[in-house]
């Protein structure tokens, strides 16, 4: 029996050429976009369970209250961890990481790497791979250094890394450390990732004395192990009594709350500020992918479907002698489901092969190291993906062709009655709706990204190379300032600057005080030189820029944007003074600049040259980015690889071995919108898939309902119909359809696109007319699709048709 | 064998009612070779879709060897119908994705015979039809009277009783036509199998023992 059914449908597949082609092409279409995102939702929803004892680890971050703010931190003050431990027998380890970037020299090798601090029950409490060395006691001495595989041979090559020395530069001396062991890497999956580790006890080098007692200085992140069946709910309500204690009197009860949250969660929660060391993603662009996928196997499910009932006129007579010769009704059934899982089978299997083709663009696309493995689950859900598959598209045909009656069938008194094309209908609706809808997305989301790239930031961003000095700002000052002296002697540098914090990297320095009339203020701030605002080609509105031959500027001159003077409410700046307590007086307003990404506002911004005295007089200081100056270079026009050069050579005057670690500001400002430059590549090739998916089905409706109108058009060329009108005859029924569509998918594209653009404090006005254009792409392609098969039914000589009656 | 009793069948279209059946009372007796003939639209399908089993009638009674049909549950009426009624259409109706040697076993996969045994029912089958030769060809490269000796041999795999056939010679040429109705005749003679056939052609009809004329739905002569 399966034999045959099965022999029937190959036979079945085989003859209709067009047909089969159609469906497989789009099912496997499908089904490859459904196996790669399969593969990132999978690795996004994985994050860090490959520890044995993920569903016991969390992760401590602290909710401050002050002047009625909150201020949430995902890094911790380097005394929790102990406290913790110490207070609660709930808690089994605990274990802190901190990140730093330092030099490394072995030998001649020397780069700036990026370093992380942690306690020595890393590698109990986590599952890492540690492939030399002792798990439980990791690191000896103070000065034992564990490396990546990846690192060991950077510095060490193909010899034995284990007891060699290499030296690190820590904030003010040069330490030597021994290597104790060879990590493996941490795993794609992991909000923990190291290529070196050092023992915490090294924090007094790093850590201010203040810093290392403080519950208001933060800095590691803190991870806490709770005992096997402890509830993390009751074990927060214990800390306010124990903080309490800690405190003393900065305590008030709930301005200081220290949260767990469950360490498999880190990486998709987006509900706390990606502030911690490793960044977070948001679970939205999941959900946006998962979305596409379904949606494009929807397009392809929906073709199958339609392409089956567009047919069943000739399947019918197959059904009525079946039945003749005694099938039973759910034979029948068996058998075009049957039909429907072997075609998805077939699909499933090109699918596959096209997924392992396509993973590595799609790596490229979306920023990822994906494999496709054929493991249980991923067996396992290309089961699951022929059963659901099958199911959905095999359901109408099956059940619609087995309920012919063979009397009607046989005599060729079958019609398809007016509900299943009411059906058939709104099956091809529902396609172009999701067509249309992801056209609009891709004409609105290609806009907004065309508006981010040529919006004017409000300063100049062209040629202009940022150079970082990796040092603190007592080391890296000094080194800033002779390397901008030793520019300014070349000719092709126009200007240079130094500053704590350059354009485009975000944030800079909050700051938060309490003014003369209790009210609480912030600002953002950042220290710059007398050279800032013209290499930035910032545009002055009022007042001056520091001088550089007037030497208190340094100390009672401050400049500020417009956006402050909006705050404070003020018509002349000029010669004021914040009202509270600060000694600088504001000599110079700035047009409204965007140093941050056009995700956000621009805030109220303050810029001085000499920072310390601004620190002593506010309440509240968030530093989010390291404090290391940067140089800003603008270039005069030339060849880039002769100008890096230049200012390399430069470098090496001043910094010696150190690593020249330079960045395009542009390309820096481009980095902001990496994510949704992935969101628009994303949608305009899914756009472009369900589109070119949607449309072959229409091209075999099309070829169908010529078919089924052979007659019909014969007749009416008999009676004298000209080309044209049988050509917009054909056309119409499915213009028709498209324009409904459109009305459908209009509101829902809106309602999407309103929800993206609401991330973007700058954004554009969806227009009108980008509907007006994807609804009019739309009847273009359907035209074109359609409109073939028609002229060619138009075409044909009415006598053959007529003849075969 | 089939007695048949009162049987209507009508169609209501607008206020009217359309009798296709009306009142037909017959009796055919098993091993009877019956022909029914009428001109078009005088009911002669219906009353043999009818005796088939694959329309019911309005009104009316059908006993088929005993059994009363339209008080049977639908299961056992299909099992009644797989195991004693074949049918032979004008337009053969050969499923064209299939060989001829399959078009002729898929009634056997219906009646769950097991693979060995239906190897040597359908071989035998093809033997006595001398189509043997033709097995593995698709209906599509047959003549018109080669395709509806498939079609009978398809009828006649599953041993059936009663044998029923619509206007079994209207789509082939008078040769071909006589060597379906000889095949009937013998059929009937040697395997007792009882036939009812639905005809134009009074040369065919007369293969028959009884000829019905149908008019208008009614009987209006048997001979």
């Not at chain 1, 006691?137 to 690192?151: A, G, R």
């Not at chain 2, 009798?19 to 009911?43: H, Q, R, V």
Request: with cysteine; net charge positive.
């Amino acid at each position: 029996m399966l034999r045959n059914y099965l022999k029937v449908a190959m036979r079945y597949l085989v003859r209709h050429k067009g047909y089969t082609i159609i469906n497989i092409l789009g099912l496997a279409v499908g089904i490859t976009c459904c196996i790669l995102i399969m593969l990132f939702v999978k690795s996004e929803w994985s994050y860090d369970k490959f520890h044995s004892k993920s569903d016991r680890l969390y992760r401590a971050w602290v909710k401050e209250k002050y002047q009625k703010e909150d201020f949430i931190d995902i890094t911790t003050p380097v005394v929790m961890a102990p406290t913790l431990q110490s207070n609660f027998p709930e808690i089994e380890s605990t274990c802190r990481v901190a990140a730093f970037n330092s030099i490394f020299k072995s030998g001649v090798t020397s780069f700036n790497e990026n370093l992380r601090m942690v306690d020595s029950t890393f590698f109990r409490v986590f599952d890492f791979e540690l492939i030399k060395g002792d798990r439980k006691n990791p690191f000896p001495t103070s000065n034992s250094i564990i490396l990546t595989e990846k690192l060991a041979k950077k510095y060490f090559g193909n010899s034995d890394p284990v007891g060699k020395s290499i030296e690190l530069q820590m904030s003010l001396d040069t330490v030597v450390f021994s290597v104790s062991g060879i990590a493996k890497e941490a795993p794609v999956e992991s909000s923990i990732r190291y290529t070196a580790l050092i023992p915490f006890s090294n924090a007094k080098s790093y850590f201010s004395k203040n810093a290392m007692r403080s519950w208001f200085n933060i800095n590691p992140e803190t991870y806490v192990l709770l005992g096997k069946g402890v509830n993390p709910k009751q074990l927060e309500a214990k800390f306010p009594s124990m903080l309490k204690q800690q405190l003393g009197a900065d305590y008030k009860p709930g301005n200081y709350i220290i949260n767990l949250q469950p360490m498999t969660t880190i990486h998709l929660d987006a509900s706390l500020p990606d502030q911690g060391i490793e960044n977070i993603s948001n679970p939205k662009y999941s959900y946006i992918l998962l979305t596409i996928g379904f949606l494009i196997l929807f397009i392809a499910c929906i073709n199958f479907i339609t392409l089956s009932l567009g047919r069943s006129t000739s399947r019918a007579m197959e059904v009525g002698v079946r039945k003749v010769l005694g099938a039973e009704r759910r034979q029948i059934i068996r058998q075009f489901w049957g039909e429907a899982i072997l075609l998805t089978l077939v699909s499933v299997v090109i699918g596959i092969i096209f997924a392992a083709v396509f993973v590595k663009p799609f790596n490229t696309l979306i920023n990822r190291e994906l494999v496709l493995r054929p493991d249980l689950f991923f067996i396992g859900f290309c089961l699951l993906l022929i059963v659901i598959i099958g199911m959905i598209a095999g359901i109408y045909p099956a059940l619609i062709l087995s309920s012919f009656k063979p009397v009607e069938v046989l005599k060729g008194k079958l019609k398809l009655s007016n509900n299943s094309s009411i059906f058939r209908k709104s099956l091809i609706t529902g396609q172009f709706v999701v067509s249309i809808a992801m056209i609009v997305c891709t004409l609105v989301i290609g806009q907004q990204m065309n508006y981010l790239q040529n919006k004017d930031l409000g300063y100049g961003k062209e040629q202009v190379v940022v150079v970082s000095t990796h040092k603190p700002v007592s080391k890296g000052m000094p080194l800033a300032e002779l390397f901008r002296n030793e520019l300014q002697k070349i000719p092709q540098v126009a200007s240079a600057s130094v500053a704590l914090y350059s354009m485009a990297q975000t944030p800079w320095i909050d700051l938060g005080y309490t003014d003369d009339k209790k009210i609480y203020r912030t600002f953002q701030f950042n220290a710059v030189d007398p050279q800032f605002i013209p290499t930035m080609k910032i545009q002055m509105v009022q007042g001056r820029n520091f001088s550089a031959d007037n030497a208190s500027d340094a100390t009672t001159a401050m400049v500020v944007n417009e956006s402050l003077v909006k705050q404070y409410g003020w018509k002349d700046a000029i010669g004021k003074k914040l009202p509270g307590k600060f000694e600088q007086q504001i000599i110079g307003v700035m047009k409204d600049f965007n140093y941050e990404s056009l995700h956000t506002k621009i805030q109220p911004l303050v810029l001085v040259i000499k920072p310390d005295s601004v620190y002593r007089r506010i309440e509240n200081i968030n530093v989010a980015a390291p404090r290391q100056p940067r140089i800003s270079v603008r270039m005069k026009a030339g060849s880039i690889t002769a100008n890096i050069a230049m200012l390399k050579q430069a470098w090496k005057k001043v910094a010696g071995e150190q690593e020249f670690d330079y960045t395009f500001l542009d390309e820096n400002i481009a980095a902001q919108y990496e994510q949704e430059k992935r969101t628009s590549t994303i949608v305009k090739l899914a756009s472009g898939l369900s589109i070119f998916i949607a449309c072959m089905g229409l091209f075999g409706l099309a070829t169908l309902a010529v078919v089924r109108r052979t007659k019909e058009i014969g007749i009416r060329k008999v009676l004298g119909a000209s080309t044209q009108s049988i050509v917009s005859l054909i056309s119409k029924e499915f213009i028709t359809l498209v324009v409904l569509a459109a009305i459908i998918a209009f509101p829902l594209a809106w309602m999407f696109l309103n929800k993206w653009l609401g991330d973007f404090a700058y954004r554009i006005d969806i227009n009108w007319w980008v509907f007006i254009l994807a609804a009019f792409i739309a009847i273009v392609i359907t035209l074109l699709t359609v409109g073939f098969q028609a002229i060619k039914a138009a075409l044909s000589n009415p006598v053959k048709s007529l003849r075969t009656e | 064998m089939i007695e048949l009793q009162h049987i209507y069948k009508w169609i209501n279209s607008g206020g009217n009612r359309t009798f296709l059946l009306k009142d037909i009372n017959l009796s055919i007796a098993e091993g009877d070779f019956i022909s029914i003939m009428g001109p078009s639209g005088s009911g002669k399908s219906t009353l043999l879709n009818v005796m088939g089993m694959l329309d019911e009638p309005s009104e009316g009674q059908y006993v088929f060897m005993g059994d009363d049909v339209f008080k049977m549950k639908e299961k056992q009426r299909s099992n009644l119908y797989k195991q004693h009624i074949g049918f032979v259409f004008q337009a053969y109706h050969l499923i064209d994705e299939l060989t001829v040697y399959e078009n002729i076993e898929t009634p056997l996969l219906y009646q769950d015979i097991k693979g060995a045994e239906r190897k040597a029912i359908v071989a035998d089958m093809l033997d006595r039809f001398q189509i043997v030769g033709k097995k593995d060809l698709f209906p599509a490269q047959l003549s018109g009277g080669q395709q509806q000796l498939v079609g009978v041999a398809r009828a006649l795999v599953a041993k059936p009783k009663l044998l029923l056939a619509d206007e079994p010679t209207g789509n082939l040429n008078s040769k071909q036509g006589e060597e379906i109705m000889e095949l009937f005749k013998k059929i009937n003679e040697e395997d007792g199998v009882t036939i009812v056939q639905v005809t134009h052609s009074e040369k065919n009809a007369a293969y028959g023992s009884r000829i019905i004329h149908l008019l208008d739905g009614r009987i209006e002569s048997t001979q």
